[in-house]
Nanobody, 126 residues
Framework: QVRLVESGGGLVQAGGSLRLSCAAFGRTFTYYTMAWFRQAPGKEREFVSAISWNGGLTDYDESVKGRFTISRDNAKNTVYLQMNSLKPEDTAVYYC???????????????????WGQGTQVTVAS
């Protein structure tokens, strides 16, 4: 069973940048779609971005398009989320997740993923 560990969260001023990392342990995640979701206090978990197993396809929520970039390094078993031009409304716990099946399609649905990390807090101060 793979274990996902996020890192890179923190406190940043509005307009700043952060890069989140999600490392997989236990087995390779090379063949799986990976995604980032986030959950703000009092709100439901929501889709942020996803990347196909080989990095050839990506998808973003409209709220982060043009500001966030997802990438992956399969040799390092790590997926990244570069977040630029951060806004206070980006404040949330960010989770990475692994798709249910190898070579699966991108999904913005929580049900499309079955392994989750513990999350990393991102706080954007105004």
């Amino acid at each position: 069973q793979v274990r996902l560990v996020e890192s890179g969260g923190g406190l940043v001023q509005a307009g700043g940048s952060l890069r989140l990392s999600c490392a997989a342990f236990g087995r390779t995640f090379t063949y799986y779609t990976m995604a980032w979701f986030r959950q703000a206090p009092g709100k439901e978990r929501e889709f942020v971005s996803a990347i196909s197993w080989n990095g050839g396809l990506t998808d973003y929520d409209e709220s982060v398009k043009g500001r966030f970039t997802i990438s992956r390094d399969n040799a390092k078993n790590t997926v990244y989320l570069q977040m630029n031009s951060l806004k206070p409304e980006d404040t949330a716990v960010y989770y990475c997740a692994e798709g249910r099946t190898p070579y699966g399609s991108l999904s913005a649905m929580i049900s499309g993923y079955d392994i989750w990390g513990q999350g990393t807090q991102v706080t954007v101060a105004s």
